[in-house]
């Protein structure tokens, strides 16, 4: 993995070495390694091979965020795999907490975010998960269309089989249009995402790990 990594890099940056290699803690889902190759520090994210295409929509959501031009979001430098293992390569951003200030910047850029859109349908290009719960993107013309069908479908069903809902229990499209009759498009960052920001050095809000959805 090391090596086809080093080879992404290189043909960006030019010819250079990997000068550290550290196992980060706290990865809930993939492994995490902070990587400096010619002087620049990286992130990586690696798992199995078969989980590429997880990290390729990560990649995609991250570029998707950074053509909004609402958020700060990390570099994506390189995405991909060898025989053995995926892996996605950002720009490493050593954290610390959100302070007032920072919290502050973040409401504002979240706010510009869930300004913009340039989809007329609701959803995404791409399924995605949000951490390991797949997130289908499918589009709909209807917003309580598509927050039925690929929003709570799953979570509906989960719960019906655990006794807790019986089937009439299970809402309609029309209950929430009725509700909601006129929703806007723009670009969500789906659930848990409030716990993917960190602060940079000079204090300013990054955006990392997204959840996407047009919704």
Known sequence: MWQA???????????GEIELRNELPGGEVHAAWHLRYAGHDFFVKCDERELLPGFTAEADQLELLSRSKTVTVPKVWAVGADRDYSFLVMDYLPPRPLDAHSAFILGQQIARLHQWSDQPQFGLDFDNALSTTPQPNTWQRRWSTFLLNNGLAGSWNWLQKKGSLSAISTPSS???????????????????????????????PVHFRPGLLLG
């Open 5 to 15: 990594i080093s080879r992404l890099l290189s043909e960006q940056l030019g010819e």
């Open 174 to 204: 029309s209950i929430f249009s009725s509700v909601w009759p006129h929703i806007n498009r723009s670009l969500l960052c789906a659930r848990r995402f409030m716990v993917r920001q960190l602060c940079t050095g000079s204090g300013w």
